[in-house]
């Protein structure tokens, strides 16, 4: 391997392994560089684009071998579009990463005593598995190299993602593989039908603009939810916009709408109005029904979640005597999904509409042993909580990626349920917080679950047992 040192470029540098975020890692001198769109076993020359005093940064610029673990991108946003970043990695070696993440994390930052992990559960669907899907509208649409070049003037309306670290700036995405088609079709009806009716695009900089955020949630009983976000209260332009969605697409069950003028686009806080159909959709696991409302969490691969459920109850044990705690609950899924293998199963959320949708799905499924809660989990948890509903037999946490508060952390501590069945979407907060745990639990079992094929994320299970 030569350095030109001119243009701070390494040549014909081995590339390792994956790493964080989508990149991969190779050795050059006495550094570690991170670099872009490549996959290991490459030989590439590499450009720096960041130095940093422990790694570098860089992108390929020059390919001498390609890796046999290399897949082709199916889509034409790839390498702009931050979503699916190893779809030029062959899913066997996604897996094998994956499973290699947990495995890092746990001995890296929990460094605690591991049984052999189970191989990780992978997608029987690739691609169009996500049951949800979040559009940003601009004027600010990110230009391709071609059309800055060009100097014509570019009508910048959009409608897609974020560049990644460009929070202004948004990719105007043709056709997306993460949704069913009618997610696309319904997308480019909206831009089409704005653009003809001179509806304005939201300006991230200037907070204006009537069009803010489209989601569009399909259930795999064909169930499908369209939010449109408005950035101006606007009734007119409103009602036109909707009444071609609703008439377009009759097969909507549930079309809403949000009036945000806020800087921010999260609506918990917001008034969700139903324009037509019903104001929630439903979705299917095993024998059970869940209603999902607006702003409901539901695990985004049905599929998958069916399989991570099964995972959780598996590792639970439950005998039909237990008292169940189910913190960060959302709708009650998984509180209801294990109801019938316990005595009792006392649900937590700080979400309160999910918390009416989680009593909802108890009720639709005629499920009586539940009981759901929302607050804050590090404030609702506490002594007199325990008195007065139970302590725990066995606890099942699902929190989102930050990982559970350190509170919450302590109060399982005090709670000593025989069992803890740690569910998390990112193994190093779930490493952190099985590190803490350790002075009381044993990890006994560890399950990765792929929810997220093409990308870096996963999914894991953990099975914590009460010592002594």
């Not at 996959?39 to 390929?60: C, H, M, N, W, Y």
């Not at 071609?244 to 800087?263: A, C, D, G, M, R």
Request: contains cysteine.
């Amino acid at each position: 391997m030569r350095k030109k040192r001119k243009n701070t470029v390494f040549e014909g540098v081995k590339i390792e392994s994956m790493a964080a975020e989508g990149k991969c890692i190779a050795r050059v001198e006495d550094k570690v560089i991170f670099i872009k769109g490549v996959a290991p076993g490459d030989v590439a020359d590499i450009q720096v684009t960041r130095k940093k005093k422990s790694f570098l940064e860089g992108i390929p610029i020059k390919f001498h071998e390609y890796s046999d673990k290399r897949a082709e991108p199916f889509c034409e946003h790839f390498g702009t579009c931050g979503g699916c970043k190893w779809q030029h990695i062959n899913y066997e070696t996604q897996l094998f990463y994956k499973r290699q993440q947990v495995i890092d994390s746990l001995e890296r930052i929990a460094k605690v005593e591991l049984p052999d992990i189970h191989p990780i559960l992978s997608s029987e669907n690739t691609r169009y598995y996500r049951n949800k899907m979040e559009y940003t509208f601009t004027n600010r649409k990110w230009l391709t190299p071609e059309e800055t070049k060009s100097g014509e003037k570019i009508n910048r309306d959009a409608v897609g993602f974020h560049i990644p670290g460009r929070f202004d700036w948004v990719i105007d995405i043709n056709e997306c593989h993460l949704q069913e088609d009618i997610s696309n079709r319904i997308r480019l009806s909206v831009k089409e039908f704005a653009k003809e009716n001179e509806l304005s695009f939201y300006d991230i900089l200037k907070n204006n603009g009537l069009l803010r955020i489209l989601i569009i949630r399909i259930t795999s009983l064909g169930e499908i939810m369209v939010i449109v976000q408005f950035g101006e209260n606007d009734t007119p332009k409103i009602d036109l916009l909707l009444s071609h969605v609703k008439e377009t697409f009759p097969e909507i069950t549930s079309l809403q709408y949000v009036i945000n003028t806020k800087k921010n686009d999260t609506f918990n806080d917001l008034e969700v109005k139903t324009f037509s159909g019903k104001s929630y959709i439903t979705e299917e696991l095993e024998n059970l029904k869940f209603r999902i409302g607006p702003k409901s969490f539901f695990q985004t691969n049905s599929q998958q979640a069916l399989t991570l459920y099964e995972v959780a109850r598996d590792f639970a044990g439950l005998s039909g005597d237990e008292v169940v705690y189910d913190l960060y609950t959302g709708t009650g899924t998984i509180a209801n999904f294990v109801a019938n293998g316990a005595r009792k199963v006392i649900g937590l959320e700080y979400v309160e509409d999910a918390i009416k949708d989680a009593n909802i799905n108890s009720e639709i499924n005629s499920i009586t042993n539940t009981e759901f809660f929302a607050g804050d989990i590090k404030n609702l948890l506490d002594d007199a909580f325990l008195s007065v509903h139970g302590q725990p037999d066995v606890i099942i946490t699902d929190p989102p990626r930050a990982g559970m508060h350190a509170d919450v952390v302590r109060m399982l501590l005090k709670a000593k349920a025989k069992k803890i069945v740690y569910i998390s979407c990112n193994p190093a907060t779930q490493a952190r917080d099985v590190a803490l745990l350790d002075s009381q639990y044993k990890v006994t079992k560890v399950q990765p679950v792929d929810m997220f094929p093409q990308t870096h994320h996963v999914e894991n299970v953990v099975l914590l047992e009460l010592k002594n």
